[in-house]
């Protein structure tokens, strides 16, 4: 998916970023490590080559042509952190908001006094705090 760049993008971080991608297209290719490690160490070579390459012309055209080969030669079914979009665990952790808290019976609230004592003490603090700031709630401020 491409998307409009919202600032520039330096020659040098465009060469990194194809590293990166390619490393790790390397990685949904080879699942064994050795073989990786092999690759990987060949890729790392290709780019040391043109380091210092300072004709600014051959370096853009260097870049242009490895984004196009890893284009070409990019997985078919590219390797994916869990947690990372995509991923099979991306955002399955849901974190329940704070307002569940609320509805706990006071049985349940009892296991852990310390915690709902400077819970209660918090929300007056906040509902202070919101007074201060934007003043008092009225009846007729729900009568839009």
């Known amino acids: 998916m491409y ?3 919202l600032e520039l993008v330096s020659h040098a971080r465009r060469v990194c970023s194809l590293y990166k991608r390619s490393l790790r297209n390397l990685e949904s290719w080879y699942d064994r490590r050795p073989s990786f490690r092999y690759e990987a160490v060949v890729l790392r070579e290709r780019f040391d080559r043109h380091k210092n390459e300072k004709d600014m012309i051959v370096a853009k055209d260097l870049l242009l042509k490895g984004e ?8 078919w079914q590219p390797k994916k952190f869990a947690k990372s979009p995509g991923g099979s665990a991306f955002e399955r952790n849901v974190v329940p908001p704070d307002w ?45």
């Open 3 to 5: 998307t409009v760049p």
């Open 100 to 144: 569940v808290l609320d509805y706990w019976s006071p049985q349940e609230k009892a296991a852990y006094p310390d915690y709902f004592a400077r819970r209660e003490q918090r929300k007056k603090e906040y509902i202070q705090w919101w007074e201060k700031q934007y003043g008092k709630y009225t009846e007729k401020d729900s009568h839009h």
């Open 68 to 75: 196009q080969e890893l284009l070409e030669k990019r997985h």
